[in-house]
């Protein structure tokens, strides 16, 4: 399975960006991670196949993931920038059927994307 991302780019604080990421075959969860320089990786949002989301609290109200089975695509719709929302997010998806959330833990994941870039200015 292949990953494919896209959506990154340059915004204003207060602005909006929806990224999205395809899968090349049938995943169940998919979840993006973001990290950047000088800080740890850190899970973002993430929906199984069945609709069961999990989010970061620091995202919880202004970030949205949705998922549409038919092209296994998960977009994540990202509502009021704020800077410290910089980093570079990465898309990734497991193989692990039947959980009831997305997993948190990273090394769960079995596949991950090339990642696309998110510059907030503020």
């Known amino acids: 399975v292949q990953l494919q991302a896209s959506g990154g780019g340059l915004v204003q604080a207060g602005g909006s960006l929806r990224l999205s990421c395809a899968a090349s075959g049938r995943v169940n969860a998919m979840t993006w991670y973001r990290q950047s320089p000088g800080k740890r990786r850190e899970l973002v949002a993430g929906?199984?196949?069945?609709?069961?989301?999990k989010y970061a609290d620091s995202v919880k109200g202004r970030f949205t993931i949705s998922r549409d089975n038919s092209k296994n695509t998960v977009y994540l719709q990202m509502n009021s920038l704020k800077p410290e929302d910089t980093a570079g997010y990465y898309c990734?998806?497991?193989?692990?059927?039947?959980?009831?959330?997305?997993?948190?833990?990273?090394?769960?994941?079995?596949?991950w994307g090339q990642g696309t870039l998110v510059t907030v200015s503020s």
């Open positions: 929906i199984t196949s069945a609709g069961s989301t």
């Open positions: 990734a998806a497991s193989l692990r059927f039947g959980v009831p959330r997305p997993p948190s833990d990273a090394l769960e994941y079995d596949y």
